[in-house]
């Protein structure tokens, strides 16, 4: 059963516009999402994240939306870099869950220069 | 320096056997993790262990065995080695919600 999806596997964009990534998840008892961004043979690295008490994060390029509603999450990426080719992966966790972080099984994006 | 260092990063073994991979970081932090990147590239959790006590253990084959010497080490031990085992297995920290750092991965093979 996979309570966080993202759905699509990949993503290409041209330098310089916005990138989307979408997340979706099924648990209503996560509270806290995060987006990590993986390279090639590198582990995953933390990008950003957002509480459930938030709709909006931003830190630099990148900016997180969350809906609770529709239990949706966004990344967006902008202006894209050809740098920020990689894999991203949407995580999410509950309180009391000894952070433990579900995974989704991550969108590879692509910046074409 | 290497936050979180695992080793190896790559192996390749037969059938039956037992193998480790070692995990250590020097970031302080109290609580450790081993993950399982499947062949569909999810990310499962496998283990924690928060000041070398389990804290997590998922649905995982007792042939895979976590060793915590000390909060800063977390090695994973596999005996009995099967085709399915073969994934990219990442060990990675925290110290609060959300800051976890991960270890480059070891691509277990198993032929």
């Known amino acids: 059963d996979q309570q966080v999806k993202q759905n699509s596997p990949s993503l290409s964009v041209q330098e310089g516009r916005i990138s989307i990534l979408n997340c979706d998840y099924t648990n209503s008892m996560f509270d806290y999402f995060l987006w990590y961004k993986k390279y090639p043979a590198e582990g995953p690295t933390f990008l950003i994240s957002i509480s459930s008490i938030k709709d909006k994060n931003e830190d630099g390029r990148f900016t997180v939306f969350l809906n609770k509603s529709a239990k949706h999450l966004s990344l967006h990426i902008v202006p894209s870099q050809p740098g920020d080719s990689a894999v991203y992966f949407c995580a999410a966790s509950e309180s009391g869950s000894a952070r433990q972080l579900t995974f989704g099984s991550g969108t590879q994006l692509t910046v074409l220069p | 320096d290497t936050a979180v260092s695992q080793t190896p990063k790559y192996l390749v073994t037969q059938m039956g056997n037992d193998k480790s991979i070692k995990c250590e970081q020097n970031l302080g932090h109290d609580t450790m993790y081993w993950y399982k990147q499947d062949s569909k590239k999810f990310l499962k959790i496998m283990f924690s262990?928060?000041?070398?006590?389990?804290?997590i253990n998922e649905t995982v084959p007792n042939r895979f065995s976590p060793k915590s010497p000390d909060k800063a080490h977390l090695n994973l031990h596999i005996n009995s080695l099967e085709l399915g085992d073969s994934a990219v297995y990442f060990c990675?920290?925290?110290?609060?919600?959300?800051?976890?750092?991960f270890g480059s991965g070891t691509r277990l093979t198993v032929v």
């Open positions: 262990y928060n000041n070398k006590e389990l804290i």
């Open positions: 990675a920290s925290s110290r609060r919600e959300g800051g976890y750092t």
